[in-house]
């Protein structure tokens, strides 16, 4: 039987954090559809972000990304975040929308570019420093298009020059994580395909480097909770991205592809420990709501990774256990269909109400006329989105 109050309070600590990109506009690289009431500048993001905190009660972080969300005074970023009641997070690097990356940043032949391109991965600490953010979020769209283009380890010698000049920048209270991506924009090589390679780099540079997990970039049929696993049981485990995938790297809400592997992603986490906060990993959301109003679909995912993750706290452990002890192969699995079988909104519904919540996150939102009041205040200026 599982621990109903214990299994609250973990839901009650849970931190979910979202980036401010995901309240801009996006698309894809056929249209970017502008939605009225999209935010303006950064200000505008941490506002509406704040709405997401305040209709769910465990998203008071978000992530930026330099230069997207770039401002002459970072410590007053920092204190508008405050007021709203929400934090600033993960800082995450850009080296691959300037016309000098076009064969690469950190990885590029010429020490010219790759020099430019770790000045920028220092300036994003030094954003860090002026934000309280604690990670630098690092990937990069490095690699190359054909065979016998550049040379594949030297590739792999550049980047770890770069990120050793980043790791040892960084302050006692400051890490950094390495995303993976298995291709795109490059599609012969890829600089830092896959968890296997970031691990390598993150091993070699020490404590401060981790591997982060974006669950939209592996190829179909990946089992990436065994990847967790891994990674946790290594201590490697930095921060997800959270998203969900049918086809590529589609940046769809998290649950909405896939809620069963979801359900076994945090189930490896619950199970090793990735919910205590002294493990340090990070959950955040990586997407982008192409057609969909931004916010509500940004609380949904908050519910999504919430739902997932009181479904995988309600494994019976001791059950399973013993079942897997005796070799009860239906059995240990009928223990964890149970729980991912388990309607968990209205234990989640009572949650929220002990947080002092509405116990429904996009009535509440709705409730605050928020949607209809940026649409009126939000005329004129240029709507944040990609590159701006
Ligand atoms: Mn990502």
Sequence with gaps: M???????????????????WGYGNSGTRFKVFAQQGVPRDPFEKLADAA?????????????????????????????HAEDLGVRIGMINSNTFQDDDYRIGSVCHPDPAVRRKAI????ACVDVMDATGSTALKLWFADG?????????TARQDRLHEALQAVYARLGPEQRMVLEYKFFEPAFYTTDVPDWGTSYAHCLKLGPKAKVVV?????????????????????????????????????DLMV???????????????????GLDAANGVAFMLDQCHNIEAKIPAIIRSVMNVQEATAKALLVDLDALRAAQAAGDVLGANAVLMDAYNTDVRPLLAEVRQEMGLNPDPLAAYAATGHAEKIIADRVGGTQAGWGA
């Design 2 to 20: 599982s621990d109903i109050p214990a299994v609250k309070s973990a839901l009650k600590a849970q931190v979910i954090e979202t980036p401010s």
């Design 51 to 79: 709405r997401v905190h305040a209709a769910t009660g465990v998203a008071p972080l978000v992530s930026l990304h330099i230069p997207w969300d770039t401002v002459p005074d970072y410590g007053k970023l920092r204190a």
């Design 119 to 122: 000045a920028h991965l220092l």
């Design 144 to 152: 190359t298009n054909y065979p016998g283009q550049d040379d594949i």
């Design 214 to 250: 974006d669950t939209g970039h592996h190829a179909p049929g990946t089992n990436i909770e065994f990847i967790v696993a891994l990674l946790l049981r290594e201590g490697k485990l930095g921060a997800f991205d959270f998203n969900s995938r049918f086809y590529a790297d589609d």
């Design 255 to 273: 649950g909405a592809a896939d809620p069963f592997q979801l359900f076994r992603i945090l189930h490896e986490v619950a199970k090793n420990g």
